[in-house]
């Protein structure tokens, strides 16, 4: 049993156009399809979707994430390769986690400042309304 690429849009959020897309680029290699032409994602299919749209989502361009599947069809042979791949983007993520906590870290910082003067300038209007 297969999932028809309106059930993976769906369950994906990717549009038929971005998945056809990724079938197109060598991303999704292993699509069945139908008799009659209809494509039929299976459970592994979305396994690598998922994958996928994780490496994107995570900052990896889509030509790395090309590179990954093919060595990926290549085999044990490349279990090396792409462990040092994926470490590699682990520490890419985490700094850019590390690099969005200081930015969250600042905004944090401007909140606190402009509540006080807010409330200061609350304070000070009212008192000042009341003369």
Known sequence: MGYTIKQVSEKTNLSAHVLRYYEKEGLLSRVSRSGSGFRHYSEDDLEWLSLICCLKNTGMSLKQIK?????????GKTLKQRLEMLAEHKKNVEDQINQMHKHLDKVSCKISCFTKQYEEYLQSGTQGGDS
């Open 67 to 75: 590179d990954f599947v093919d060595l990926s069809a290549q085999g």
